[in-house]
């Protein structure tokens, strides 16, 4: 069955830093593409960042570019997201997806920007 495990999220002081991964399993990753999603406190999911089966085509939310980086590694069938200048606004839980709206996600992982 699909698998998504996200991993590396914390907490984290404004302006710092973090790298998410994704292991995946259970399905065609290096033919997939891949996004990243998030969920605020009390707010819907939001789109972060999608990056295509290759690599070399990425797209990232108004909100996050410039500052966020996603790429994936297909030979060990995983997904990451480099965050910096991280903000409190960026506090969420965090899930990897195979799908652009994230309906099949992984559990997610906590980030919180506090200091």
């Known amino acids: 069955q699909v698998q998504l495990v996200e991993s590396g999220g914390g907490l984290v002081q404004p302006g710092g830093s973090l790298t998410l991964s994704c292991a995946t399993s259970g399905f065609a990753f290096g033919s997939n593409w891949m996004t990243w999603v998030r969920q605020a406190p009390g707010k819907g999911l939001e789109w972060v960042s999608t990056?295509?089966?290759?690599?070399?085509?990425?797209k990232y939310a108004d909100s996050v570019k410039g500052r966020f980086t996603i790429s994936r590694d297909n030979a060990k069938n995983t997904l990451y997201l480099q965050m910096k200048s991280l903000r409190s606004e960026d506090t969420a839980v965090y899930y990897c997806?195979?799908?652009?709206?994230?309906?099949?996600r992984g559990q997610g992982t906590q980030v919180t920007i506090s200091s």
């Open positions: 997806a195979k799908d652009p709206k994230g309906a099949t």
């Open positions: 990056i295509t089966p290759g690599g070399k085509i990425t």
